[in-house]
């Protein structure tokens, strides 16, 4: 029996690793349903989901076996291994929104035109010519001012 004082390391680094890899899983599949009236995520979201996530699941239940067997306090293999799965992570994350880029750029050079909300801009004011009399002190040198509508 190990102590709560005495955690084992390896189900630690094994729930981080599975719950990693369950999350990730999890926001592709969310991201699939929840956007049947928009436009779908593309295959290659999903597919870069399987390849990080599918991996991170199996080498959390490696490490859950493994933690059966041996325990071990959290050192410098451990905390080497966490840091991977942060690297992991970022890697992730860097490579779902370059094949976002990429889609969109391969959309744009096949002439199909995105379907963009039109942007609503402000009217500029409109402007009035008053002319200036040779009378008038309170007109500047120019002859002619805009003053808005």
């Known amino acids: 029996m190990t102590l709560v004082s005495n955690p084992n ?83 992730y994350a860097m490579s779902v929104g370059s094949f976002d880029d990429e889609t969109a750029a391969n959309i744009a050079s096949a002439g199909v035109a995105a379907d963009a909300p039109p942007r609503l801009l402000v009217p500029p004011p409109k402007l009035i010519a008053v002319e200036a009399t040779a009378d008038d002190k309170s007109a500047s040198d120019t002859s002619r001012q805009a003053l808005p509508a």
């Open 9 to 91: 390391g390896l189900l630690i680094a094994s729930a981080l690793f599975a719950l990693s890899g369950l999350a990730i899983l999890a926001r592709a599949l969310f991201e699939s349903y929840a956007s049947l009236d928009e436009a779908a995520p593309s295959r290659s979201q999903n597919k870069i989901a399987a390849l990080f996530g599918a991996p991170l699941i199996a080498i959390g239940l490696f490490l859950n076996g493994a933690g059966q067997f041996a325990s071990g306090p959290m050192g410098a293999g451990l905390t080497c291994l966490l840091l991977s799965l942060a690297f992991a992570l970022l890697l």
